[in-house]
């Protein structure tokens, strides 16, 4: 199986507006963190958001914001009022518990275009 | 500060050739990461080094590929006898052990060609 299914190869979204991109994921750890990263087409990978599996509370990183659903195993990228510069591929990742490694398992990824 | 930085940016071979790609981590990270990406997938986790000594080679698809850290800092991704199918975009991260969020941080990677 699949540890992180990104559903959408490619999402539109006009400029200032709010866009979701899905991630869901699959693990047997009670402890294990999920990190969403952008790449865009310069190729380097920003690290974006970050949620751990104990947090209670959604994480936020300025205009980024992760929905995290824990009992469905789903941990959402929410992006309010997109900018032109949004445009780019974003990835979902996740981080096992330590005694299990400590490597990350990358999705698909999530090609995003903003639309002017 | 300096992010993780890797060279070459891009190398063009020659299949069968052997290849070096070096990865310059952030200053204090003990943790350095291998990734390979190929076009429209995510990134496919190789090796993992804590300190010198890799903790974690499981994803080094087979015996051409090897990967040092003698120092503890500065990495070399080796791979001997390359083919066609090694073409790829190889990423290296760092991160800091025991941060509590143990966030990766990726460098721009060496985008390899094998002709």
């Known amino acids: 199986a699949q540890k992180i299914t990104q559903t959408q190869p490619g999402m539109f979204v006009q400029e200032k507006e709010a866009v979701t991109l899905d991630c869901t994921y699959d693990t047997s750890d009670q402890s294990y963190g999920l990190f969403w990263y952008k790449q865009p087409s310069s190729g380097e990978m920003i690290f974006l958001i970050y949620?751990?599996?104990?947090?209670?509370q959604n994480a936020t990183e300025g205009r980024y914001s992760l929905n995290f659903q824990k009992a469905r195993k789903s941990a959402n990228l929410v992006i309010s009022a997109s900018q032109l510069g949004d445009s780019a591929m974003y990835f979902c990742?996740?981080?096992?518990?330590?005694?299990?490694?400590?490597?990350?398992?990358f999705g698909t990824g999530t090609s995003l275009t903003v639309i002017p | 500060g300096a992010g993780v930085s890797q060279t070459p940016s891009n190398k063009v071979t020659e299949k069968g050739k052997y290849v070096e790609l070096r990865c310059d981590p952030i200053?204090?990270?003990?943790?350095l990461y291998w990734y390979r990406q190929s076009l429209g997938q995510g990134p496919e986790f190789l090796i993992y080094f804590q300190g010198t000594g890799a903790a974690d080679d499981s994803g080094l698809p087979n015996d051409r590929f090897f990967a040092v850290r003698p120092e503890g800092s500065v990495s070399t991704l080796k791979i001997q006898r390359t083919e066609r199918g090694d073409s790829a975009v190889y990423l290296c991260?760092?991160?800091?052990?025991?941060?509590?969020?143990?966030?990766?941080?990726f460098g721009p990677g060496t985008r390899l060609t094998v002709l």
């Open positions: 949620q751990g599996s104990y947090d209670e």
């Open positions: 990742a996740m981080r096992e518990g330590r005694n299990t490694g400590n490597q990350f398992y």
């Open positions: 991260a760092s991160s800091l052990w025991g941060d509590a969020t143990d966030t990766q941080y």
């Open positions: 200053s204090g990270h003990t943790a």
